[in-house]
Nanobody, 127 residues
Framework: QVQLVESGGGLVQAGGSLRLSCATS????????MGWFRQAPGKEREFVAT????????YYADSVKGRFTISRDNAKNTVYLQMNSLKPEDTAVYYC????????????????????WGQGTQITVSS
């Protein structure tokens, strides 16, 4: 069982920045694709960004492209989400997820492709 723990959430003004971190317990972190999802009140969970096990491939939702950057440090078993130019519509609970895969450049985008989830961290962007 892989445990994921998100941190870095909070309240920020529109235009500001935050960086989320997701630390994992697995020793096989480098064989997992990692993703970030979010869920706003009254809405379904949506894909935000993903990074392949190698870190060599990433993919973003159109709504965050150019503003958010996903990265990973396989030595620290941690994935990050740098969020810049935040907007009120970015307000949501953000979840980290891990997909166990042997494919080095795999970038899963569907929530059903992920095997493990964190508990979520709240991001609130005020206008």
């Amino acid at each position: 069982q892989v445990q994921l723990v998100e941190s870095g959430g909070g309240l920020v003004q529109a235009g500001g920045s935050l960086r989320l971190s997701c630390a994992t317990s697995t020793r096989t972190f480098s064989s997992h694709a990692m993703g970030w999802f979010r869920q706003a009140p009254g809405k379904e969970r949506e894909f935000v960004a993903t990074i392949s096990p190698s870190g060599g491939s990433t993919y973003y939702a159109d709504s965050v492209k150019g503003r958010f950057t996903i990265s990973r440090d396989n030595a620290k078993n941690t994935v990050y989400l740098q969020m810049n130019s935040l907007k009120p519509e970015d307000t949501a609970v953000y979840y980290c997820a891990a997909a166990n895969t042997g494919r080095w450049l795999y970038t899963p985008r569907g929530s059903d492709e992920y095997h493990y989830w964190g508990q979520g961290t709240q991001i609130t962007v005020s206008s």
